[in-house]
């Protein structure tokens, strides 16, 4: 999967991914008054509409990106409806040819990671039959419960070819309250990144390796350090646009190759309609306007690597 990722980005131009983060109050009006005539204002309803929705921005931008990360909590609010609109935007951004990365942010005893893990991204087991549940390509993993959390993890991605996104340094404006304690004389997210490169180095593609970190864009300088202390990792960068995070940032992130990191922006894109900048689209048309702030971002992100 890394190697299609990397593909991607090569064809597309765009070391991007659009965050599918619905949220009610982002969905047009039009968009929610036919999910809720149809199914009422029901958790269904709510499904029905996010749905909708994210179909919208998809079928708008697909052809410009290489990838998606669709964030689990804002389906798992509508219950079982919203979690059944998460796999149909699974299934969906994979008809289209899209990476998928299901930002899911698990991590727990080994015996229970195993089972987020087959759930995300392997096969279970039923009788004689086995069946993926929502079969992402990428999941997102939180190492702070130890190797034990994550070889699970591992072990699935080995078996299916697919590969993890970890957290080392995450955009949050508290997130050094723990990650940058200093231990031994270096803060721990360093001593966690240098952890992701070794079991990168396990489970290597053909440039880089299938195991990814988490660094936020709203830290750049720790981006830096981390981007040599993990060469052959691929990061996932958070935190643009709607957390403050812009293009100028996001260089150290990226190797000489002009590979090794894609970044992601959510709210910025699938509620670019109700931004002043793209205020003419209006309600009616907000995917074009998604695909507008997608075509933006790509040129900030793109005009800053030539820059460099
Ligand atoms: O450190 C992290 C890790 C994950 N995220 C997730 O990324 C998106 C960001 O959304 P925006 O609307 O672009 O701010 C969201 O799904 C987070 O859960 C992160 O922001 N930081």
Redesign the pocket.
Known sequence: MINKLIEKIRKTNAPIVV?L?PMLNYIPKHIQENAFAEFGETLEGAAEAIWQFNKGIVDATYDLIPAV?P?I?MYEQFGIPGLQAYKKTVDYCKSKDLVVIG?IKRGDIGSTSAAYAVGHLGHVQVGSKKYAGFDEDFA?VNPYLGSDGVKPFIEVCKEENKGLFI?VK???PS?GEFQDRIMDGRPLYEWVGEKVAEWGADHMGKEYSYIGA?V?ATYPEMGKVLRKLMPKTFILV??????GGKGSDLVHFFNEDGLGAIV?????IIAAYKQEAYAEFGELNYADASRKAVEVMIEDISGALKNR
Request: charge should be neutral; charged fraction near 15%; proline fraction near 4%.
């Open positions: 965050g983060d990360k964030q909590a930002d997102t957290l995450t955009s949050n997130s988490v936020g958070p935190g643009y646009g709607a957390q992601n922006s959510s709210r910025g």
